[in-house]
């Protein structure tokens, strides 16, 4: 199993600052509903932990205080490639160092997280807008899982 201690400091800040980062993508995409997103997020953490052991990696991440890095963005196409970027490169290093279930349970929860984050609050009378399914789908892409 792979934990926080098969990653150097940095790795470890990325492996656990790109989820924050997917929902804050999403919840960027559209106007409205920050707080609800934002509460969103930290359901998602939560209902990761309570799956507690099944995956030991995403037991340290979810415990982990969730810490989103985007300094020096000023748009949010500017903050959606950099959460990509971060997406990409956490992704990319855990393909090197965890077990394929491992990775797919943090793609999973990536998007799982995003997903989340959009529902929360009704944008122009629907449950997530299309900005915010765009988004979601990017995510999903940069994080090589599949959508529903």
Known sequence: MT???DFTEEEWELVTGAPP?????????QRGGTFRES??????????????????????ITHARPKVEHKGVSS????????L????????LLEDRAAAD???AYRGFVV?????????HREDGVEVS???????????????????
């Open 85 to 92: 970027e971060r997406i990409r490169a956490a992704v990319s």
């Open 76 to 83: 949010f196409e500017e903050l959606k490639q950099h959460g």
């Open 112 to 120: 799982t997280l995003a997903e989340r984050v959009a529902a929360a």
């Open 21 to 29: 980062l997917a929902g804050l993508i999403v919840a960027t995409a």
């Open 39 to 60: 509460l969103a997020m930290g359901k998602a953490y939560g209902e990761a932990r309570k799956q507690h052991g099944q995956s030991e990696l995403l037991d340290e």
């Open 3 to 5: 934990g926080r201690a």
């Open 130 to 148: 299309e900005a915010e399914r765009a988004a979601i789908e990017e995510i999903a892409s940069a994080a090589g899982a599949a959508t529903a």
């Open 102 to 104: 491992e990775v797919d």
